[in-house]
């Protein structure tokens, strides 16, 4: 695809393998850094800026992530910037690069995103918090992520009639990919009598129909397109678009943390979801629509929650999600693959790394140096994933 004036060139992507590693967050964020610069052939001094994602989890470094990673690589004079929106933050961080590139404030930025989770599933920072809607969904109802899991996966079962074994196909199908991912947690394929074996966690989701948290890193360099061009890059990937979007008044569907819904009896409900807007923003800022997309990675926090998003990317109408899987157009090989890389079901969740390394995918897909899960002439890429509190992301990625 030709350049757009609103462009900037992916030079480097470099991850951190997902597991539990034990290890600080910095380790896995300088590891997935160096192999980002070495892939865009730069020296750590090249880079003007760098913006990090920020980790709430590692004490105080992890509020000053940018910083924190800079200091890491040696400590060299380039703006820094730190940026946290729960799992949005990846996002948000390259939208930071990007802009500060396209503004002339630097030609060369590193973003950099690391985690090291904790075992089991993700629970409030301490402390007393009565204000906070995260704090309280703990405290007052015991809702942890997966609880709302369940209702988004009991949700579709009401109005669409999709079944646990639907839900099971999406595990099935990304397991098989995140099989030929060297930098996946989980590499091995697994199958519907697996997954219906497994635990029920919040019925009628199972174990291995959610995913888990990990530790883990990615990290993109960014530059200008007349820096690319300088540095002897004629076709570099391009990032085209990114929509960090929030949610339109009134909300009246329950979503992560609210405990509550807003009423539509005055002010009608806005015309697209708020899912559904992240993609809109950033086909309408890119100029692109769903007929374009060579594929997709969306966040696979639950196998019901992968369906939604391909409702919401308009791959397929309201309700037709697990048609379109079932009809294999989003597997490997398929019409448009969607999670090539194995989604969250093949690494687990590690918050500020994973839109990044979604980015990652799309760098490696649009490449062509993808492996064993590459896709077939790729030109166009998008991921999406939300934050808490309506922190939208999306992602268009072209080559």
Known sequence: MGTAPRDVAVLGAGMHPWGKWG??????????????????GLDWCAVQSIVGADTVRGGYPGYVAGATFAKALGWQGARVTSVYAACASGAQAIGTARA?????????????????????????????????????????LGATNPAYFGLYARRRMALYGDTADDFAQVKVKNS??????P?????????????????????????????????????????SMDFARRHG????????AVSTATPRYPRTVLDLPDIATDSAAAVPEPETGFRASIALTAYEEAGIG??????????????????EWYED????????GAKLLRDGATALGGRLPVNASGGLASFGEAVPAQAIAQVCELTWQLRGRA?????????????????????????????
């Open 290 to 307: 769903p007929e374009d997309l060579s594929l997709a990675e969306v966040y696979d926090l639950s196998t019901a929650l992968e369906l």
């Open 233 to 240: 890059v004629a076709d570099p990937v391009r990032i085209r």
């Open 23 to 40: 290890r600080s967050f910095v380790e896995y964020g300088t590891k997935a850094a160096r192999a980002a610069l070495a892939d865009a």
């Open 313 to 320: 990317l308009g791959l397929c109408g309201a309700g037709e």
């Open 100 to 140: 500060q590139i396209l503004s002339g404030m630097a030609d060369v930025a590193l973003v950099v995103g690391a985690d090291a989770a904790p075992k089991g599933f993700f629970a409030p920072a301490g402390g007393d918090r009565p204000d906070d809607p995260d704090w309280l969904r703990f405290r007052v």
């Open 371 to 399: 492996g064993g899960r590459q896709v077939a002439d790729a030109r166009v890429g998008m991921t999406a994933n939300q934050g808490l509190f309506g922190h939208g992301s999306a992602v268009v990625a072209v080559r």
């Open 176 to 181: 098989a990919a995140g099989a030929a991912n």
């Open 183 to 223: 930098y996946a947690r989980y590499r091995k394929p697994v199958t519907a009598r697996e997954v219906a074996a497994s635990a029920v966690v919040c019925d009628p989701l199972r174990l291995l129909d959610i995913c888990a948290t990990s530790d883990g890193a990615a990290a993109l360099v960014l530059t």
